[in-house]
């Protein structure tokens, strides 16, 4: 990572920007971190793709917050821009608005080497990177993330996706972006429970393998969430740690499933309550997920009762939900939670696969784990909760 200062052409802060290299050959691209970036973004885009056009994507709440200043900064290099507008929510990663992005692109004339910008959360990174993979086969791409989920896990790595009737994320392809531009700023304007979910995805690299990242977020979660530096090292750091994984791992195959520590269960919980974000979001399935993780963990004897306990007290200490019982209406019956979890991605041949952990930082995949251990786990969760 270095800590960068470009300055004769006025694009790159000095002290307070980061970048991290996600190295994937002739796919590799850089991640820049800092505050005030998006002010920055024109002249960056411009560096790479000058000359092209700007198709940007974006949802109706982005928009009223960051559209005028991300527009500003094209216009400040000539880069000529158009944008399209989706609504919010998760709804938009689906086949019509897909199709309607699609052909809206193409009736506006934009080229192969044009540029499509993705500004917004995780729903308009998927979706608008979908979009640039296939329109014209293929368009390049920028993340411009703008909430806490996207910039530490969402706009990094290349999965993009809509999703169907049967599930989340089953149509969809990898597709690494040219350039990631978070701008750690935009999340001021963030509701304090999106940027909680968000939070809940940084814990998770520390408790993967990175045991004193972890301590540090018990000391410093308040500057995170405050803003400044604190955030902008949360982020830096957990790209870093993204960027490290892809790299061994860009399609999956093996190591990259760590990344789904509390994903598992987290899912089920998703898929429990109708994908219904009023209900549960993603990051706040997650953090129940990694709770639930820990506790079976413990409870097979993998990792301490103590260990558990201190993931579960520092998520609740930031305000995210630790058990099942957090979630508001009801829940389907295990039986039925167990039906969800038999259709994770990870499951091969029939077995379950989760992210086990043998204590803070030493988290590992486990193929083959029992069902019924896993079930009469669920069980008692429910009781105690
Ligand atoms: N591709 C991947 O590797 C990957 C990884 C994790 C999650 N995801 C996907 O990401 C999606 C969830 O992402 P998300 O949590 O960012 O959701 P999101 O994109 O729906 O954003 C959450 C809400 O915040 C609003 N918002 C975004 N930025 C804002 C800002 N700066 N100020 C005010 N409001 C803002 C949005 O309008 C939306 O209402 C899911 O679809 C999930 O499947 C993808």
Redesign the pocket.
Known sequence: MSEGSIAADGVIDTQTCRTVRVDLGERSYDIVIGDGLIAESGARIAALFPGSRVAIVI?E??AK??LPAFEASLEAVGLEHETFTVK???GS?SFPVFQDLCDRLLAARFERGDVVAAL???????LAGFVAGVVRRGMPFVQVP??L??QV??SV?G???INTRHG??LIGIFNQPALVLADTK??D???PR?FR??YAEIAKYGLLDDPDFFAWLEENWSGIFEGGPARIKAVAHSCEAKARVVAMDEREDGVRALLNLGHTFGHALERGVGYDGALL???EGVAIGTVLAHRFSAEQGLCSEADAERVEQHLAKVGLPTHMSDIPGQLPGIPELMRYIAQDKKVSRGALTFILTRGIGRSFIEKDVDRDAVEGFLERSGDKA
Do not use: C
């Not at 917004?120 to 998927?126: A, L, R, S, T, Y």
């Open positions: 949802d709440t982005v917050h960051h919010p929510g998760e990663k917004g959360g995780g729903v308009i990174g998927d703008t909430t989920l996207a896990d969402s790595g999965k993009t996706s989340k994320n935009v999340l304007t963030l509701t999106d979910a968000g979001v993603h990051g």
